[in-house]
């Protein structure tokens, strides 16, 4: 399993009301408990038009498929190779 960063482009995503969120979340873990391939959101940065989704796969497919289920955008979907934080610096 590998972790990855899906860039989603939805303009004005991030003036969302709170239930809007909610049901494009519930909507979300409706789609991942139906997947024929085991994939785990962990979570989303929300920006003005964008957002940036971390998940847990098998393979880019998976998240595809996701996308595709869902009705979700996934515009960019890139493998994380490290994850570094300031302690990388000791």
Not at 1 to 25: D, H, L, W, Y
Request: positive net charge.
């Amino acid at each position: 399993m590998s972790k990855f960063i899906v860039e989603r482009n939805m303009p004005k995503v991030g003036q969302s009301t709170a239930q809007q969120m909610k049901s494009a979340c519930q909507k979300s873990n409706e789609t991942l408990s139906n997947m024929s391939h085991p994939v785990q959101w962990q979570h989303s940065y929300v920006t003005n038009d964008k957002l940036y989704c971390v998940y847990i796969a098998e393979n880019k497919e998976a998240i595809k498929e996701h996308a595709a289920k869902s009705g979700f955008p996934a515009d960019r979907i890139e493998v994380v190779q490290k994850i570094i934080d300031p302690t990388s610096a000791d």
